[in-house]
């Protein structure tokens, strides 16, 4: 039988001692390769110092075996005004299922608390920030801007009463041979070039404009998303602006129609995890990457719907990209079901697999 063991919550505000257990459990759980979490970023966010501080309420938790003294969980619990559900992220626990059942009974006991009879996660505390937990294919390096996790967490969650209540898929994408065309998308293309549609890439000179133009798609196109929570636009812009150093510009498009833009689609090189831990021999590797992408990572689509068959003509320009380039690519995080998880399948070489989960917490 094993032995029972014994913890302490510790609900903590800025104590610099809490906040730094909260940022090292990562970097013990993963290894050099494929901790995704920015500590810096962590550091602000847990000091309400993120740009989206100001839009919710975090509650932050630490689970401490008391035998050992360590940090072996944590959790935050995001809260919105004008939402009834509650909102589980920062996940990371030992694999311990007596620290999983102690951790989500006291996640469960303060929403309840609170109010709130419904949880959903992993969302790190916003839309804008990371949700969405990884159940397949951990034997790889992590890819830039990939939900990534520890592969029992599936399993600490469903054990805990979560049921899947989303699933999203990545596709691998294999290198695009010069002389190859889809006859169905090159139709597309022409069609849409014919009755005067424009599709442009940004450059560092009209970036800053351009980006004014995807934060209004993307707030029109992304409202009815899961967890989606509308944000300012100049939130948006300094979230983004890190992109305007780190993107491959020929490979993200947007599309103008009667001087409107329309649709777009946001792509950057793969990183790995170097973005998230900026030391001088990860900026090198970052620069490099940048001038050479070794994969190229599909980020962001949205065409308006009053513009039928565009998202086709606009993968058709990116293809013509992705050609000159002789890289694969990712088409990241789709929505199971959409369309566009299903375009080009006969260039798709295998998936990742994502979902979001849910408890009624009664």
Known sequence: MSQVKKFELVKFEKEKK??????????????????????????????????????????????????????????????????????????????????????FKKADDFCKEL????????????????????????????????????????????DNGYQVAERYISSDYEVIKKDYVSPKLKKRYDEFMAKGYEIISPTKDTYDEIIGDVYRLITELYSSFPVYKHIDEDVFREMFNSYKSIMYMDVTKIVYY???????????????NTV???????????????????????????????????????????????????????GALCRQGKITQFYESNLMTDTYEYVLLSKDNV
């Not at 939402?83 to 951790?103: R, S």
């Not at 951990?138 to 469903?158: A, I, Q, S, V």
């Not at 050479?292 to 068959?309: A, D, S």
């Open 18 to 103: 809490y906040v730094n257990d909260f940022i090292s459990l990562p970097k013990r759980l993963y290894s050099s390769r494929d901790n995704m979490e920015d500590p810096e970023q962590m550091r602000k966010i847990l000091l309400g110092e993120h740009p989206l501080s100001k839009d919710f309420r975090l509650a932050k938790f630490l689970v401490y075996e008391k035998s050992l003294g360590k940090v072996v969980g944590r959790f935050a619990i995001t809260t919105y005004d004008n939402d009834d559900n509650a909102y589980i992220g920062f996940f990371e626990c030992v694999d311990d299922d007596q620290v999983a059942a102690f951790l």
């Open 258 to 272: 009667k001087g409107k833009a329309v649709a777009f689609y946001v792509n950057i090189p793969d990183y790995g």
């Open 115 to 158: 109010g709130y009879h419904k949880i959903v996660g992993p969302v790190d505390a916003s839309f804008w920030i990371k949700y969405r937990l990884k159940v397949n294919r951990f034997e790889g390096r992590p890819y830039t801007g990939e939900p990534y996790n520890k592969d029992y967490y599936l399993k600490l969650f469903t």
């Open 276 to 330: 998230y831990h900026l030391n001088l021999p990860n900026i090198l590797k970052l620069l490099r990457n940048r001038k050479k992408p070794k994969r190229i990572i599909l980020l962001y689509m949205g065409v308006e719907k009053e513009h039928l068959g565009l998202g086709a003509a606009l993968i058709y320009a990116i293809q013509e990209e992705l050609k000159k380039l002789k890289t694969p690519s990712i």
